[in-house]
């Protein structure tokens, strides 16, 4: 299998995708390698907005943060760790754990960044995820080629200023495809 690197991509679930982790989801790619992959359901809102996640780990948020932090809602990365915290945010910074993708885009999962959020609302773009989507060595190659996903070049315009209800919609266009009309099977020629 000819060897890719997704880093810094989204994949997008083909209509056929039943796993329900999965299914109509928009997972952005932090890191691929010939170990596997690691991204962040980037479309799927939990039940939880920033400034609870922030209150119940015990973090102040101080009154002259200029973000609302009650309008941040906080993802479902994915079924991994889903216990743990992980922050993608612009600009990279300096912080314990992260992992950067691009020259703009870090993945953070120390807590010093949401001591950062909370005080100074700095970094300003971010999105916070519980858990994260992953792959072991060859998994995300093998899904690809069972067409489970189609894969575009990540626009960073989506994962931080796109409503989550239209993140999905708004990278099918960048291939120029109505989500609405995807078959949901695919054949090889």
């Not at 690691?38 to 973000?67: C, F, H, Q, T, Y």
């Not at 950067?100 to 300003?124: E, Y």
């Not at 315009?157 to 078959?183: C, N, Q, V, W, Y």
């Amino acid at each position: 299998m000819q060897s890719i690197n997704l880093t810094d991509h989204f994949l997008i679930a083909m209509p056929a995708m039943t796993d329900p982790y999965f299914a109509k989801s928009l997972v952005y790619i932090a890191e691929h390698n010939e170990h596997g992959a690691l991204g962040l359901i980037v479309n799927r809102p939990l039940d939880l907005n920033l400034a609870s996640l922030l209150e119940k780990i015990e973090l102040k948020i101080e009154s002259n943060n200029a973000i609302d932090l009650t309008n941040l809602p906080v993802f479902f990365g994915g079924p991994v760790q889903t216990d743990r915290g992980f922050v993608l945010h612009r600009p990279l910074g300096q912080w314990q754990s992260t992992l950067q993708i691009n020259a703009d885009i870090g993945l953070t999962s120390s807590r010093d960044i949401l001591q950062s959020v909370a005080t100074f609302g700095k970094p300003a773009d971010v999105l916070v995820s519980l858990g994260y989507s992953g792959w072991g060595s060859g998994q995300l190659e093998q899904e690809l080629a069972d067409n489970a996903w189609l894969t575009v070049p990540a626009d960073q315009h989506i994962i931080f200023e796109t409503p989550f209800e239209e993140k999905l919609p708004s990278a099918m266009e960048k291939l120029g495809i109505d989500f609405a009309r995807l078959a949901g099977s695919a054949g090889h020629a």
